[in-house]
């Protein structure tokens, strides 16, 4: 019995081989029954003859039970026609468990019902779309870390567990931790300025998590995050990484999962546009920009761009909501580097532009195509006098920030870095704006199972 | 100005580069002053002499405090003596930041204090063995994340929040999730067996949390686990994985980290000695061996030897205690597989050995030089009956395991995984067997900062 993989059968034209799977779809005509197996790895079309096959297992195919799992040994045949360009003509088949009835996905929902399929989110991963749609996750995820390890970022885990609500407890998950109480991470930022202090560029990779009471299409309260943090760097330096790994992360998807893409009918046009360089605009021409398309949509938009034209800001002054990112997704058909922000609006770490000092030196990173933002970083405060001041201003308790302060205390040094939510980036490359689809088993406001 | 890192200096011999980093160490003897800088990657020896240096910052480095951030510039020259093979002829140094008196890490503890050392975490991290440690933490991982890429295993994050508490809340850290109780993950398994079944082969790799009141070497409350579980496959293939896994993630070790582990002294020999096969060994039979070691060390053997034999088993029937996991690792010298053990002491949904179904089909990978439990996996039932009747017996809640019966109702297939603990694995591979040394920021009982 020779095993082979669905995905490997260009090794196999022409020789018998035994697939492990699952029956996925099945039709008949005339003497031909084919049933769609797929084993994780695809999807091939198996074609049974009735003259050539056993009547006792035919007649059981013809009415086995979708998901039922089963072994398929015949011979690979070349076959344009077929998605994967083999078909199998098949000589036995051996059912290993029998599905039971009224499996509750159906193949092509013409309306889905999302809370039905998140409920059976276990089941639905098996499906097509979500199927490939974690292919592509999976691929990103190796892109990212390898884009780092190649560069010789250290990757050096943050804490999920951190002992203070630095920033208010407003969007914190409390812990009972044993007769303390402790908060999941948000952020690994403060942590990583710590490591790049030791191992010179450092990033760390793990969820993140938001009691976000909103139900939006972007947010989790569960979440993947990638942020790497650089001694000695600026926002310059934060500006060119960007550019390098989004345009990395994305080349990797088209030339290693690309099937995944075709599988979901992503136009890859838009991201074979993916190139250096991108946009670099700052805050104040963004703003002037977005006025400027908001007008110009409200004037002669369709419904739905007026609608978010509405929504778009009429003067500069705030952070960007969800409606000006979107039109700022519009304008540009890049991803595109929006820097320095009004020191205002933005952390109390990050490090004002001595050239404008009521701005600072952060970059958010804008996905087009209404992908929102995809990055956000910039350069730290490396002065132990202006951190402190901004601890004042922010009336934040500095006792909290102790070792965190040591840092400028012992060996400061300018530095620099930033953060991107995988799973927005994954809906990003697969063209789907919901993030609940991107990561496996999602967790949002009213859901926590399965 | 020619930026070049400590790592890469064999690339710059007699070029003039500029290296910027940290003030380490220094000494002087006559006109020369030997100043050890560290950039992250490395160290090396910036020999400054007085005639050739301006005299005010000649003056000015003779008492710069350790931890400052220097830019130092002069010439590559080949030195064999020196570690790392280079030393740089100072032609200038730009102090970026003067540290402050009093960096509270001493560059050698004679008696190191453990909880000071913890407590300056965010500093101690940049010491040589800390750093040592965190750079083979980052090979182990991303070659854990090669691996399982190479082999076509698909990354499939499991969720932090988990809705039950499906074997008790003993070990469980509670979460207040919006107006429900939610758990934090002691474990993906459950959700790999739902993810294997829609990709073939999946793993999961994240932190993981036990609220266990334990204070030992070898328990944190948060750690990190990487989980890989098959579709279509059972013990042995698991015992091959792991023999694959564990040779290759020490042999990544020894190739590219090898640096590393000379600074932290360790012997070689041992991990290069960690290659396939590694010994098989049924529960019945490592009993035995463990029984009659235990009585050759009371017999015969030093202090240490006879108190860990002690505390080992007289009798077969528990699972194994520290005490016996330490014997098996000086019985043999590679990891160790034990399979089979009693199914009495394992999880509900460990499936019997048909062969003697008072034993489980499961195998736990101990490892040499008392490094303990490395792995622990097997095949899982996936009887929907058995399943049901292990619920029972075990007590459990049936309603929480509604979605993990579904997975053998809808095309149950054999399936088997394991998981392995990041922190133990970084510790045996480094010869330190505290693990809160392995994890860049640990979370003990009483440790929750910084």
New interface residues.
């Given amino acids: 019995m020779q095993l082979a ?1 669905i ?1 490997k059968l260009e090794n196999f034209v022409d020789q018998e081989v035994t697939l ?3 029956l996925y779809n099945r039709r008949g005509k005339g003497k031909l029954l084919f049933l769609i197996l797929r ?3 695809g999807h091939v079309q198996c074609v049974c003859f009735r003259p050539d096959m056993d009547p006792e297992l035919f007649a059981r195919l013809e009415k086995l039970t979708y ?3 089963i072994q398929v040994t015949g011979v690979v045949k070349k076959d344009e026609r077929s998605q994967g360009g083999f078909e199998i003509g098949v000589k036995d088949v051996k059912v ?2 029998e ?2 009835e009224n ?1 509750p996905i159906a193949i092509q929902e013409d309306t889905p019902n999302i809370d039905h399929l998140l409920d ?1 989110r ?2 639905w ?2 499906s097509k779309i ?2 490939a749609t ?2 592509i ?2 691929e990103v ?2 892109a990212i ?1 390898d884009f780092f ?1 190649e560069r ?1 970022f ?11 609500a630095c920033e208010g407890t407003t969007n914190l ?6 007769d ?1 109480k ?1 908060y ?1 991470t948000q952020s690994g930022q403060l ?1 990583n300025e ?8 450092t990033y760390c990779f ?2 993140t ?1 938001r ?1 976000e ?1 909103s139900k939006t299409r972007r947010h989790l ?2 979440f ?1 995050m990638v942020e790497p943090e650089m ?2 760097a600026g926002l310059d330096d934060v500006m060119d990484l960007c550019e390098d790994f989004l345009s990395y992360v994305v080349e990797r998807c088209l030339t290693r999962a690309r099937k995944w893409l075709d599988i979901l009918g992503r136009d890859v046009t838009k991201l074979e546009n993916v190139t250096k360089p991108f946009p670099r605009i700052s805050y104040a021409d963004a703003c002037a920009k977005i006025i400027e398309k908001r007008a110009q949509l409200l004037a002669s938009g369709s419904d739905d761009e007026k609608r978010i034209a509405k929504d778009a800001m009429t003067e500069p002054g705030d952070d960007f909501g969800a409606a000006d990112e979107t039109i700022i997704g519009m304008i540009f058909d890049k991803p595109t580097m929006v820097h320095r922000y009004p020191k205002s609006i933005k952390a109390f770490y990050m490090k004002a532009d001595p050239q404008q000092p009521e701005y600072a030196l952060c970059v958010d990173v804008i996905g087009p195509e209404g992908a929102g933002e995809l990055i956000g970083g910039g350069e730290r405060e ?1 002065s132990l006098d202006n951190l402190l001041a901004a601890i004042k201003h922010h009336k934040l308790p500095e006792e909290a920030f102790k ?2 302060l ?8 300018p530095h620099a870095g930033f953060g991107l939510g995988v799973e927005r980036t994954v809906g990003w490359i697969c063209g789907n704006p919901h993030v609940r689809e991107t ?3 999602p ?1 949002l ?2 859901r ?3």
């Fill in positions: 993989s995905s492990r799977g699952w084993d994780g790895t998901e039922s799992s290993v468990s599905a039971e499996y059976n276990h089941l991963i098996r979500p199927h974690l292919r996750r999976n995820v190796q870390r390890y010789e250290i990757l050096v885990d943050s804490p999920i567990f951190t002992p203070n998950f409390e812990v009972d931790y044993f303390e402790a999941l942590y710590a490591t790049c202090m030791a191992h010179g560029k793990g969820p998590f009691a009471k309260t569960e993947w001694a000695y490396d070792w965190y040591d840092l400028r205390r012992y060996g400061s040094v990561i496996p088993f967790r406001l009213h926590l199972s399965p």
